[in-house]
Structures are given as structure tokens and as C-alpha cells.
């Protein structure tokens, strides 16, 4: 996590650089007494997190965050006055507020909130961002939705889509299609199959039974499958 300070008051830069050294998966990058100063830097190089000062001279950290283009910067502020943070949590990328003086167990806590905020973030992106497949049927694209795919199965130089009401024939591979899957639902469970196990009837010792066709599972495969159901 690549970090940078933006503070006038020299000792709290030192403390915090200090406190990134025995984390040890923090590493401040550059620091500056100016936020004037630091914006060539920031705008020239990958920063994840900011620790940033309210009160600075020439330019305050609230003027710095409302005319910065912040991107995906995330921001910890820092005031020696606890009233600011009432007025400055509306912002999207502030994930937390520290006050003078800095204690230690607190500035983990910091860390952390930006972890976890950064985590949530990830997920929440990832499931926007795959919930259908597009495919090319004859001289058309199909959009697929995940959840209306029950199983995908191998044939020839082809692959079969096998929908609730109808089944679909893809020029493709299975490996290019599960290459394309990147839904947890979807497994490949034998070198001819890939199943939706949402929509699994039954499981026996080496089929399960999907719109009632048996489909062969392997046994590595099995063992994968069960760790992926909910059972009771």
C-alpha cells in the first residue's frame, strides 16, 4: 500500500512515518508540508491512501480534496480539532478522521477502515460487473443472463447452453466459455460440463441431475462441488 502524508507540522509527519514501519505493509512514499507541493507528485504517481492535514497553509486539505481530481485516492484527514469531522465525512473518498495527537492503536484502526472500505469495494464492483454472457448465435449476439443457464455441455466444436425453455448452440470451446464464467455458481465438473449448481436437483456418488439429465461428475470435481453447497 503505497502512502503519502500531506501535513505542516513535521513531528506528526515522522510519527506517522514511524507507525508505517512497524505495520510494515504501509509504506510512505513521499510526505509534504504543503498540498500545493504534493500535487505534481500525486499527479504523476500510483497512491493509494493520503494522510491528510485540515489546516494547512496556502491551500486547506478541504479546499485540496473539493478542487483535487481525486480518482480512486482514498483519504485518512488529520486536525488537531475533533469538530471537523462531522463536516467532512460526506466526502466518498475520506475513510476516516484522525485527531492530534495520533496514538498508535488508533492509527491501525485507521488502517484498517481503509482496508476494509477498499475490500467492500472490490466486491461490490465485481458483482456489478459479470451477471450475463454475451454469445454469437448465426449472425447475432445473445445476451445470456448467469442465473437462466442451468448447464453448459461440450459438443465437438461446439457448446450447448441449456436454458429453462430452450438450448442454445455456441461456436466455441467449454474452456474458452469458463475461461469467459467468472461466476462462483459455475463449475466445470467433468471435462464436458459446466454446471450452474444453483440449479442442481440431486447429487449422487458420480452424477448429479440437472432438468432431469444425469451429468458425470469426477471425483475431484466432486469434492470441489461440496464445498461449494449449502448443506444441511
Same mark, same amino acid.
Given at each position: ?9 513535521? $513531528? ?12 510494515? $505493509? ?8 504543503? #498540498? ?7 499527479? @504523476? ?33 488529520? @486536525?488537531?480539532?475533533?469538530?471537523? #469531522? ?27 477502515? *481503509?482496508? $476494509? ?6 466486491? @461490490? ?15 447475432? +449476439?445473445?445476451?445470456?443472463? *448467469? ?23 455456441? *461456436? ?11 461466476? #462462483? ?34 471425483? $475431484?470435481?466432486?469434492?470441489?462441488? +461440496? ?6
Amino acid at each position: 500500500m503505497k502512502c503519502v502524508i500531506i501535513d505542516d507540522d513535521s $513531528t506528526i509527519r515522522l510519527q506517522i512515518i514511524e507507525f508505517c514501519k512497524i505495520i510494515g $505493509t504501509v509504506e510512505i512514499v513521499a510526505d509534504f508540508s504543503d #498540498a500545493m507541493q504534493a500535487i505534481p507528485f500525486l499527479r @504523476s504517481n500510483k497512491v493509494d491512501l493520503l494522510f491528510l492535514d485540515v489546516n494547512l497553509p496556502h491551500l486547506s486539505g478541504i479546499d485540496f480534496i473539493n478542487n483535487y481530481q481525486l480518482g480512486l485516492l482514498r483519504i485518512i484527514m488529520i @486536525s488537531s480539532d475533533a469538530n471537523h #469531522a462531522a463536516t467532512i465525512f460526506g466526502d466518498s473518498h475520506i475513510v476516516d478522521y484522525l485527531t492530534k495527537p495520533i496514538a498508535f492503536k488508533r492509527f491501525v484502526l485507521s488502517i484498517n477502515n *481503509y482496508l $476494509t472500505r477498499v475490500k467492500s469495494e472490490e466486491e @461490490s464492483k465485481e458483482q456489478k460487473e459479470e451477471k450475463s454472457l454475451f454469445v454469437n448465435v448465426g449472425k447475432k +449476439l445473445v445476451n445470456l443472463q *448467469y442465473d437462466e443457464i442451468y448447464y453448459i455441455e461440450a459438443n465437438g466444436d461446439y457448446v450447448n447452453f441449456y436454458l429453462e425453455k430452450k438450448l442454445i448452440c455456441v *461456436y466455441s470451446t467449454l474452456k474458452n466459455v469458463k475461461d469467459k464464467i467468472k461466476e #462462483a455458481n459455475f463449475l466445470q465438473v467433468h471435462r464436458s460440463y459446466i454446471v450452474n449448481i444453483n440449479k442442481i436437483e440431486e447429487l449422487e456418488d458420480t452424477s448429479i441431475l440437472i432438468m432431469k439429465k444425469s451429468i458425470p461428475v469426477s471425483r $475431484t470435481n466432486k469434492l470441489i462441488l +461440496l464445498k461449494k453447497l449449502n448443506l444441511l
